[in-house]
């Protein structure tokens, strides 16, 4: 399974970003996906996760009611729309993805990683 996650860009504080993360490689097996990400300076952290069937979401406290994680099967992408961002928002974002219905925060549970895509809010 290959990830590539891609959207990342440079937007003033109260803007908005879609992250996008395509997956390819083995199908037929039922991934979660999540979004993580991590700051100068800091470790990784948990953003949102989605299950297979998109059907069950969860998020870290300090992005509920501006983030929104969600996929289309279809063409095998996952999104995390970002709005009303933040300058604390400023990291690189990942996607992962796991098999298994689980919704996970621990990144060590995931497979699959994508390369990261950077977001920097300017205040």
């Known amino acids: 399974v290959q990830l590539q996650a891609s959207g990342g860009g440079l937007v003033q504080a109260g803007g908005s970003l879609r992250l996008s993360c395509a997956r390819s490689g083995r199908t037929g097996s039922n991934y979660g996906m999540g979004w993580f990400r991590q700051a100068p300076g800091k470790g990784r952290e948990f953003v949102a996760v989605?299950?297979?069937?998109?059907?069950?979401?969860y998020y870290t406290d300090s992005v509920k009611g501006r983030f929104t994680i969600s996929r289309d099967n279809a063409k095998n992408t996952v999104y995390l729309q970002m709005n009303s961002l933040k300058p604390e928002d400023t990291a690189v974002y990942y996607c992962a993805a796991r098999s298994g219905s689980y919704l996970s925060t621990w990144g060590s549970e995931y497979d699959y990683w994508g390369q990261g895509t950077q977001v920097t809010v300017s205040s």
């Open positions: 989605i299950n297979w069937s998109g059907t069950n979401t």
